[in-house]
């Protein structure tokens, strides 16, 4: 079963920055799409930023040029880096990555969230 375990999530206060780590473990397959997504009080999950194998991303309007997606495919880690942050940001952060398994079927991931909080 694949596990994602996060970390680096924090209070911090507006435009400061932070780093978040997901490390992937348990599949025999390649995870196509390594990413994060978050969801702040009252509102749906939606995505961060992704990336993937080949090195493509794609990044929520707001954060484009304030946050970084990153992955180092030999540890199966997924990083963000963030910056200029603000109150706006604060959510919680959810690693997230999808394979195909052996059949071919997609399947995706979720972590178990890390809460990033920006004070104004």
């Known amino acids: 079963q694949v596990q994602l375990v996060e970390s680096g999530g924090g209070l911090v206060q507006t435009g400061g920055s932070l780093k978040l780590s997901c490390a992937a473990s348990?599949?025999?397959?390649?995870?196509?799409?390594m990413g994060w997504y978050r969801r702040a009080p009252g509102k749906q999950r939606e995505l961060v930023a992704t990336m993937s194998t080949a090195g493509r991303t794609d990044y929520k309007d707001s954060v484009r040029g304030r946050f970084t997606v990153s992955r180092d495919n030999a540890k199966d880690t997924v990083y963000l880096e963030m910056h200029s942050l603000k109150p706006e940001d604060t959510a919680v952060y959810y690693c997230y990555v999808d394979l195909y398994d052996f059949a071919a079927n997609p399947r995706n991931f979720w972590g178990q969230g890390t809460q990033v909080t920006v004070s104004s």
């Open positions: 348990g599949s025999p397959f390649s995870f196509y799409h």
